[in-house]
């Protein structure tokens, strides 16, 4: 599949944009007071150990404490550092499972221990921490903590073997294990050996951080959004990639030559007078990626809801009436829907566990043909998925790895006038929440008026088809009542000012 990259940087912002056939695919935000934790590594401090759920909360410098779990913590028998004034590492590859030694053995409150960011913070919840550290290069993954040599599952598996043990025989005996990312499948020893050296490089330098800094300290960054770009999304049939920074391209060109000469040729300063996300109409699909409907060329749609849970996707067949019989009608809907579901988890960057609701399929050979289409739609997915099939409700039930936040969480937050809800009280409800608050204040208070302040459509509704009980409330209570109209009041926003 042939893409291209498009790259718009600002001083506060970098966003890029995967185009396939004319279409974004994959939208991907940093921004320079929010940029992502996943593979910084830490000097943290254990905060608390909660031998109940097998975990710690380790403060590695944030506002909110981090969380290990036992299953991320690597007990070694050469285990020099377990004192508290030196980092708790994982000393080689004849690691104990940590499912063997409890957590309240391996940790307590004050320890250091260098740990590695797996997930960032989303929403309530902490980053999710790994005391096994691994660091991406080029072509390779280095693993300091163990000596495994592997390879990535992507890579044909009669070509793995005989790529492991190059990797084994350019790794040497000097310790540390490696995994063979997909691009290195085509690399020469020399680019192996390179991308080895500057990734023993940067460990040593990582441990020798560990040593000087005081805990809750930075050891190792991750690449910028720029850089992994190069390193992560750029594949053989990207053909460009556009950016429309002239310092930030001189920048990116020096890290291509250095580390990804063939990235080199397909980099582009672009210098056109159009925005460069005016090209695909970028900004367009981020604006509809923010909303809850996604129309189908068939003229069917999608509902997409996000909770903190999990994300809902329900597939409706709208205006379509294109086919002949009501089952080909729903067949060729939920097929485009898998089509267009599998694209929205990608520009939507939706994670965790996801429910879709296809409309019911009578013939089975429909299920089975729209699960195989959605299927090979998630194949393009570089972010792991795990699809279960269709549960006994017909709901088909997925997870997709949760490395950072939703586009939607990124950009956007709760509504003021909803308070994330999605929905507000309408004017007549909230008419008469006012009329019950203003006799429960009447018993308590003996004010000489009640002022109704509110936002004008409740006011209006008072003035109009709520008159009348308004009367009888301020003959029932003795007490004039007198309204005051709003503009900057929200529909459920009001006050009740005692004169």
Known sequence: MQQDILINW??????????EQGAVQELHVERTLERGLVGNVYLGKVARVLPGMQSAFIDIGLDRAAFLHVADLMSSINNRHADAGAPLTVGSARATPASLHPIEKQLFEGQAVMVQVLKDSIGTKGARLTAQISIAGRLLVFLPQDNHVGVSQKIPPRQREDLRQRVQALAGELGGGFILRTNGEEATDAELTEDIAYLRKTWSRIKDAALRLPPASVLHQDLSLLQRVLRDVVMEGTQTIRIDSRDQFKKLQAFAVEFMPATVQKLQLYSGERPIFDLNNVDEEIAKALGR???????????IDQTEALTTIDVNTGGFVGARNFDDTIFKTNVEAAQAIARQLRLRNLGGIVIIDFIDMIKENHRDAVLVEFQKQLARDRIKTTVNG?????????????????????????CSACSGKGVVKTARSVTYDILREILREARQFNPREFRVVASPKVIELFLDEESLHLASLSDFIGKPISLQSEAAMAQEQYDIVLL
Do not use: N, W
């Not at 600002?10 to 185009?19: F, G, H, K, N």
């Not at 409907?293 to 509902?303: A, H």
């Open 293 to 303: 409907r996604v129309d189908l060329k068939s003229g069917g749609y999608l509902i």
């Open 10 to 19: 600002s001083p506060q912002e970098t966003r890029v944009a995967v185009i």
């Open 390 to 414: 269709f549960s006994a409700l017909g709901l088909l039930e997925m997870t997709r790895k949760r490395t950072r936040e939703s586009l939607a969480h990124q950009l956007c937050e709760p």
